[in-house]
């Protein structure tokens, strides 16, 4: 198999702001969905590679907006550009966003893009135990409630995307607004649950207070210096992580501000992507598995 960049070596100039032809989520209207607009019809943008240069992993991508927009670009497609550079797959995810729609709406649109893509893993050409999601900021919160509000699946469903499980099997938190209890970021929490939201949905949203055994691993990277989303709430989420023992690795930055993306312009904070692309190595899932 031909050699994988897995330093971050892509210039800026090289990352094209462009995406592919994005797919609905649900062709026929999703649920919940309030009309027929682009904002009411979440999609996945895929960057698949093709079956022969792919390491045989994939990864949905959420970007942040603090549940209002989305940044679509920097934390979106120039992410899955980056990732196909390791030989990932990446899918950018357009979900739905408050004020116009709160939970679960969010979260159902993550879930369905991890079934959509796990439905699909032998078609595309990677694996279906090797489908983790990422999320910067409010995506991150999206991304770290897919992976502690998950199912098996509904076996007996008609749609067979609806068969398949929606667990990640890694997570990748950037900058990640997790807590709704601690160190809160209150615009994610008003657009994701409104204004007066019941205590209890924001304890069962508060995701450092949900990890589990059965978590999946996760990679996380803040900056001390985030005046927006405070580093606390990777700290809060990596400390569960250790008391459920499920492995999890933390990057806390001096210096950087919020919402950096890929930090193309920042000689030290530019590094992330390279730590996160060893913790892949590490756990197997930048190496093709042997065909039979």
Same mark, same amino acid.
């Given at each position: 198999?031909?050699?994988?960049?897995?330093?971050?070596?892509?210039?800026?100039?090289?990352?094209?702001?462009?995406?592919?032809?994005?797919?609905?989520?649900?062709?026929?209207?999703?649920?919940?969905?309030?009309?027929?607009?682009?904002?009411? #019809?979440?999609?996945?943008?895929?960057?698949? !590679?093709?079956?022969? $240069?792919?390491?045989?992993?994939?990864?949905?991508?959420?970007?942040?907006?603090?549940?209002? =927009?989305? $940044?679509?670009?920097?934390?979106?497609? #120039?992410?899955?550009?980056?990732?196909?550079?390791?030989?990932?797959?990446?899918?950018?995810?357009?979900?739905?966003?408050?004020?116009?729609? *709160?939970?679960?709406?969010?979260?159902?649109?993550? #879930?369905?893009?991890?079934?959509?893509?796990?439905?699909?893993?032998?078609?595309?050409?990677?694996?279906?135990?090797?489908?983790?999601?990422?999320?910067?900021?409010?995506?991150?919160?999206?991304?770290?409630?897919?992976?502690?509000?998950?199912?098996?699946?509904?076996?007996?469903?008609?749609?067979?995307?609806?068969?398949?499980? $929606?667990?990640?099997?890694?997570?990748?938190?950037?900058? @990640?607004?997790?807590?709704?209890?601690?160190?809160?970021? %209150?615009?994610?929490?008003?657009?994701?649950?409104?204004?007066?939201?019941? @205590?209890?949905?924001?304890?069962?949203?508060?995701?450092?207070?949900?990890?589990?055994?059965?978590?999946?691993?996760?990679?996380?990277? =803040?900056?001390?210096?985030?005046?927006?989303?405070?580093?606390?709430?990777?700290?809060?989420?990596?400390?569960?992580? %250790?008391?459920?023992?499920?492995?999890?690795?933390? =990057?806390?930055?001096? *210096?950087?501000?919020?919402?950096?993306?890929?930090?193309?312009?920042? @000689?030290? !904070?530019? $590094?992330?992507?390279?730590?996160?692309?060893?913790?892949?190595?590490?756990?197997?899932?930048?190496?093709?598995?042997? %065909?039979?």
């Amino acid at each position: 198999m031909r050699r994988l960049a897995i330093g971050f070596v892509v210039a800026a100039g090289a990352l094209l702001a462009q995406a592919p032809k994005a797919e609905l989520l649900w062709p026929k209207g999703a649920p919940g969905a309030l009309g027929t607009a682009p904002e009411d #019809q979440p999609s996945l943008a895929p960057f698949v !590679l093709a079956k022969s $240069s792919g390491v045989g992993t994939a990864v949905i991508v959420c970007p942040g907006g603090g549940y209002q =927009h989305l $940044s679509m670009d920097k934390e979106g497609y #120039q992410v899955a550009q980056w990732l196909n550079t390791l030989g990932v797959s990446a899918f950018v995810l357009q979900y739905r966003l408050g004020p116009r729609y *709160h939970h679960p709406n969010e979260l159902l649109d993550a #879930q369905r893009a991890i079934r959509l893509v796990r439905s699909r893993a032998a078609e595309y050409g990677f694996e279906a135990d090797r489908i983790g999601i990422m999320g910067f900021s409010a995506g991150g919160h999206l991304a770290s409630t897919a992976g502690t509000h998950f199912d098996a699946g509904n076996a007996g469903a008609a749609d067979p995307i609806d068969r398949a499980g $929606s667990r990640p099997d890694f997570l990748v938190l950037c900058y @990640p607004v997790i807590s709704f209890t601690n160190y809160v970021h %209150r615009g994610s929490m008003t657009f994701l649950l409104g204004e007066n939201p019941d @205590p209890n949905l924001v304890q069962n949203l508060s995701n450092e207070l949900q990890v589990t055994a059965q978590t999946p691993p996760a990679f996380l990277f =803040h900056t001390d210096a985030d005046k927006t989303v405070p580093v606390e709430n990777s700290v809060l989420f990596y400390l569960a992580m %250790r008391k459920a023992a499920v492995p999890a690795e933390l =990057h806390i930055y001096e *210096h950087g501000n919020h919402g950096v993306g890929l930090a193309q312009n920042d @000689p030290a !904070l530019s $590094s992330w992507p390279g730590r996160l692309a060893d913790w892949l190595r590490g756990r197997g899932l930048l190496t093709a598995k042997a %065909r039979q």
